[in-house]
């Protein structure tokens, strides 16, 4: 190997790593979700959300199984949905003031949370005009 070709290696691999440096602060910069612990008022905000649906969904399977009849038991589901509901809406909006802490699964279970509180309200509206 010649001194030139030499020099023209030394070149190159000085270029990859001035790249490799370059690509990597690059990187650093740049937001990632992944790298972010998840906020705990999230988690408990997204399960609360899922008990409160898994409430409401027992609800309806226990007026529906008595045919309208609506045991006493579906009043607690439905209670007990409704107070999840809240716990997890307002957890959500707790998880969301935490800096630098991942809040997905808070948007999504205040989302579910909005929702069922939505669909309580009418539900009740409804059954206040009979």
Do not use: H
Request: charged share 20%; aromatic share 6%; glycine share 10%.
């Amino acid at each position: 190997m010649t001194e030139e070709e030499r020099r023209a290696l030394q070149a190159r691999r000085e270029r990859k790593e001035r790249n490799i440096r370059e690509q990597k602060e690059a990187a650093a910069s740049r937001v990632s979700y992944v790298k972010k612990p998840v906020s705990r008022r999230s988690v408990i905000c997204l399960v609360l959300s899922l008990i409160g649906l898994a409430l409401a969904g027992g609800c309806v399977a226990a007026a529906s199984a008595t045919r309208g009849k609506f045991p006493f038991s579906a009043g607690g589901f439905a209670l007990s949905g409704i107070l999840c509901s809240v716990c997890s809406f307002l957890y959500g909006i707790a998880s969301f003031r935490e800096r630098d802490k991942n809040c997905i699964p808070a948007r999504f279970g205040a989302a579910v949370s909005l929702l069922l509180l939505a669909a309580w309200a009418v539900i009740i509206i409804i059954g206040g005009g009979n």
